[in-house]
């Protein structure tokens, strides 16, 4: 297989998706070797995964507040620890996960810059369940986090029309809007947090910032949500879900805005990871509709065609799709999975359950 070498060769490589703050050359760089109606009522317990032993995850509303300071206190817990990653600008064990977000959309595989595999591509929605998974297990083997995994209900607040006037931005929770010229997060869990990955490709000490936009909170109620899961293919339900720039998917990043609108600092939000666990959630309620089929629906371009084209890049025909072999990576954060090892998040190597 093609060995993966995070680019330190961009200039002004193509962008797509949320609006970008720049393009300057990268920093990243690693090396590694690519290897080889309810959902919730249902259930598809397979291997070591079992009753017993599934996690619930509960949107932020249901949380008690106990388990909403631990939460939170797991989260800046990751925030203080050392960095175990060499990816470039990395200070915290937070911001790995922040760069390797990053670094998958700035690839270059055998010598050959592929650029972004991780979005506009058939592996987004199984690469950010990897994701989701990869953070979870940060807060709970190196911040003994016990409690419940959390999401955020974006559909129910946009639908209420009060997105932006919802517990999630309260100063016990994530805090609100951004304030003074900055938009610099000034309450809340990650008030006056200083960032070092971005903005960008670019490495600089920046404040965690908000931008709350209402323009886009049209495209994540359940109009929206009912049009996308009202596709029977993957590839239909994954473009209307993520990919448009109409998408739910989209919206949840643009309408928080700020280091959310960026999109390879977005992850620095804390905001991303409850976005992305909502993200995940409507993938699984779509799959467990028709779960004989959804289980094992994958397909889309592995790579951005124009990128491959605009670069010269000739891949073998064999590696231009994504399948249910295809190989997702964390940067060695944890062991690279296939994808067929995440379509069921009850399939053993993955076992959760949404509360609703
Ligand atoms: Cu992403």
Redesign the pocket.
């Known amino acids: 297989m093609p060995s993966l070498v995070l680019s330190l060769l961009l200039g002004a490589g193509l962008v797509q998706g949320a609006a970008i703050a720049n393009a300057r050359p990268a920093h990243d760089s690693v090396t590694q070797s690519k290897a080889a109606t309810s959902t919730t009522a249902a259930t598809f317990f397979e291997g070591t995964c079992t009753a017993e032993k599934v996690t619930i995850r509960k949107e932020w509303r249901k949380m008690t507040r106990a388990e909403k300071d631990a939460y939170l206190e797991a989260e800046k817990c990751l925030f203080n620890l050392p960095a175990n990653t060499t990816l470039d600008g990395v200070t915290t064990r937070f911001s790995d996960l922040q760069a390797l ?1 990053r670094a998958y959309q700035n690839v270059t595989q055998d010598s050959q810059f592929v650029g972004d595999i ?2 506009n591509v058939g592996q987004f929605l199984p690469w ?1 369940r990897f994701y989701m998974h990869t953070h979870e297990t940060l807060l709970r083997e190196q911040c003994s986090y016990t409690g419940p995994m959390s999401w955020w209900d974006e559909e129910a607040d946009a639908n209420a029309g009060k997105l932006f006037q919802s517990e999630m931005w309260s100063a016990n929770s994530f805090g609100g809007n951004g304030t003074g010229a900055d938009l610099c997060l000034m309450d809340g869990a990650f008030a006056n947090t200083t960032m070092h990955i971005g903005p960008g490709l670019e490495d600089s000490s920046y404040c965690l910032y908000r931008d709350q936009t209402a323009e886009f909170v049209q495209y994540m109620g359940t109009d929206k949500l009912t049009e996308c899961k009202s596709h029977n293919d993957y590839y239909g339900f994954f473009n209307c879900m993520v990919d448009f720039n109409t998408s739910p998917h989209v919206a949840g990043h643009n309408a928080t805005g700020g280091m959310m609108s960026d999109i390879y600092a ?2 620095g939000d804390p905001m991303f990871f409850m976005h992305h666990n909502y993200i995940d959630r409507v993938w699984w309620q779509w799959q467990a509709g028709n779960s004989s089929s959804r289980l094992t629906d994958m397909s889309g371009n592995a790579y951005n065609m124009t990128t491959l084209e605009v670069n010269g890049v000739t891949l073998p025909a064999s590696e231009l799709n994504a399948t249910l072999d295809y190989v997702l990576q964390v940067a060695d954060v944890l062991p690279d999975v296939t994808i067929q090892e995440v379509m069921n998040i009850q399939g053993g190597y993955l076992c959760y359950e949404y509360d609703y």
């Open positions: 977000h991780i979005h950010h977005s992850a």
